[in-house]
């Protein structure tokens, strides 16, 4: 508990100011406001075995600090509203997220808004925005743009910021999960998975874009399994995997991860940030012109030539119509953007004239503004490569056959060990994420000791 008060100025005259500590129950009786919140968050706070959190039945009798300034003989303590409290009656304890009366740093009361996954006052005793449950409108949060908050979450990746619950980084963010997409997002406050939600609109794992995020509450037991990543771009064309920002054990880290995520992947909710404005000067996919507007039919197909052509590329291989390109989208039209165009015409389920392979305004409506479904990917007739034997995967080895396994552990789901994203050198991480493959088969003891043999490269890469 932090003891507020050390070294606060003295009163002139016959007036001083002592620092007094002493425990404090909200009266029963007394109407002020401080003891009515009080003592209606206390009757408010499920019990522990309904999920309440111990520390905050703990803390019931918080320690608050009294002081004798301005106090006459016999008198009372007049608070910053003028309010006078009888005679030994100490100043109330603020409201949950907010700073005690006269306290001095940071407002970070184990008492106050905690959470199963810590607590949630206001930043270096800064106010919360707003109500601190219920929906939450636009014009209580701060506006802020992707690259900005892809920005902030770099920082702690670069300072490799320590995971922790309870401890808070010099920004006065909680070094967990919720406190980095709290900090990245500039929220008024360290929220938890259990209210992020409230700050964000739900969208579709299809309709991801850097700087929204992957979130998964797990009601039941907040502390088990419960995270959050920010989405930092798709790594593949196929959008089976992404950048992930996230702050986990050890420390912050930027990685390659599976959508969702490495476990309860099919559980977690994309949301994107309520106070989210757009960025001056910035050009969709395709660096074209920012409008949406339809260019007209005149602009595609055979002999067409013109800047536009190349947007239509960029954004169909986006969409998953890469595999229709050899050379890259140009501006001169040729047979790829009829193929891939068609392609993304025919996954939105439409036939004969209305996928004929050229763009007109409803496909250009829907890649313009990222909706529709993507191009669905061909099935790959590609073979396993051949397994090139045990002597190549042992401590001090290094190859390409090394970083072709990390890749496909990665893909597969099975590469949380990495730090820095699979390498041609054979390390600890290796070994570690093979044996979590080997035992999702199934398999135990000597069977499952993290060096692959024929029949785990055989399964991995089937």
């Known amino acids: 508990m932090h003891q507020y008060g050390e070294n606060l100025p003295s009163v002139e005259g016959n007036r001083m100011t002592v620092p007094v500590f002493e425990e404090y129950v909200p009266a029963a009786d007394c109407p002020c406001p401080g003891c009515a919140r009080q003592r209606r968050e206390h009757a408010l706070r499920p019990a522990v075995r309904a999920g309440g959190h111990p520390a905050a039945h703990g803390a019931r009798r918080a320690l608050v600090l009294a002081t004798a300034a301005g106090a006459v003989l016999g008198g009372g303590t007049t608070t910053a509203g003028g309010a006078a409290h009888p005679a030994g009656h100490p100043p109330h304890a603020a409201p949950p997220g907010l700073p005690a009366a006269g306290a001095v740093g940071h407002a970070r009361h184990a008492a106050d808004g905690d959470t199963p996954q810590g607590g949630a006052a206001?930043?270096?005793?800064?106010?919360?925005?707003?109500?601190?449950?219920?929906?939450?409108?636009?014009?209580?949060?701060?506006?802020?743009?992707?690259?900005?908050?892809?920005?902030?979450?770099?920082?702690?990746?670069?300072?490799?910021?320590?995971?922790?619950?309870?401890?808070?980084?010099?920004?006065?963010?909680?070094?967990?999960?919720?406190?980095?997409?709290?900090?990245?997002?500039?929220?008024?406050?360290?929220?938890?998975?259990g209210s992020l939600h409230r700050f964000g609109e739900k969208i579709a794992w299809a309709d991801l874009e850097p700087g929204d995020i992957l979130l998964f509450h797990n009601p039941d037991n907040p502390t088990k399994g419960s995270h959050v990543t920010i989405f930092g771009g798709w790594t593949d064309h196929k959008r089976t995997?992404?950048?992930?920002?996230?702050?986990?054990?050890?420390?912050?880290?930027?990685?390659?991860?599976p959508l969702a995520y490495w476990t309860n992947s099919d559980r977690y909710v994309a949301y994107r940030y309520l106070g989210l404005v757009a960025e001056s000067g910035v050009t969709p996919v395709g660096g074209a012109p920012a409008s949406s507007a339809y260019p007209g039919a005149g602009h595609f197909g055979p002999g067409a030539h013109n800047p536009h052509v190349t947007r239509l590329g960029r954004m169909l291989v986006a969409r998953g119509g890469a595999r229709f390109y050899t050379d890259g989208?140009?501006?001169?039209?040729?047979?790829?953007?009829?193929?891939?165009?068609?392609?993304?015409?025919?996954?939105?389920?439409?036939?004969?004239?209305?996928?004929?392979?050229?763009?007109?305004?409803?496909?250009?409506?829907?890649?313009?503004?990222?909706?529709?479904?993507?191009?669905?990917?061909?099935?790959?007739?590609?073979?396993?490569?051949?397994?090139?034997?045990?002597?190549?995967?042992?401590?001090?080895?290094?190859?390409?056959?090394?970083?072709?396994?990390?890749?496909?552990?990665?893909?597969?789901?099975?590469?949380?060990?990495?730090?820095?994203?699979?390498?041609?050198?054979?390390?600890?991480?290796?070994?570690?994420?093979?044996?979590d493959f080997q035992r999702a088969q199934g398999w135990r003891g000597a069977a499952a000791d993290g060096y692959p043999g024929p029949e785990t490269w055989r399964r991995l890469f089937r």
Request: proline share 9%.
């Open 329 to 435: 989208p140009g501006p001169r039209w040729g047979d790829a953007d009829r193929r891939a165009t068609r392609a993304f015409q025919l996954a939105q389920g439409w036939r004969g004239a209305e996928a004929n392979g050229l763009p007109g305004p409803h496909t250009w409506r829907l890649l313009t503004t990222g909706r529709g479904r993507d191009i669905p990917q061909a099935k790959s007739r590609a073979t396993a490569p051949p397994y090139p034997g045990r002597a190549h995967f042992r401590p001090g080895r290094s190859s390409k056959h090394v970083e072709t396994l990390g890749r496909r552990l990665v893909q597969r789901g099975h590469g949380r060990h990495y730090t820095d994203g699979p390498g041609p050198r054979w390390s600890e991480a290796d070994r570690r994420n093979v044996q």
């Open 241 to 257: 995997h992404y950048t992930a920002y996230e702050q986990t054990k050890p420390h912050t880290r930027r990685q390659t991860t």
């Open 122 to 193: 206001g930043l270096h005793g800064r106010p919360l925005a707003g109500p601190t449950t219920g929906p939450v409108t636009v014009r209580q949060l701060p506006e802020t743009t992707r690259a900005d908050i892809i920005n902030r979450a770099k920082k702690w990746v670069t300072a490799k910021v320590p995971y922790s619950m309870e401890k808070y980084w010099t920004d006065g963010y909680r070094q967990d999960c919720s406190g980095y997409v709290s900090m990245a997002w500039n929220l008024p406050a360290n929220e938890w998975t």
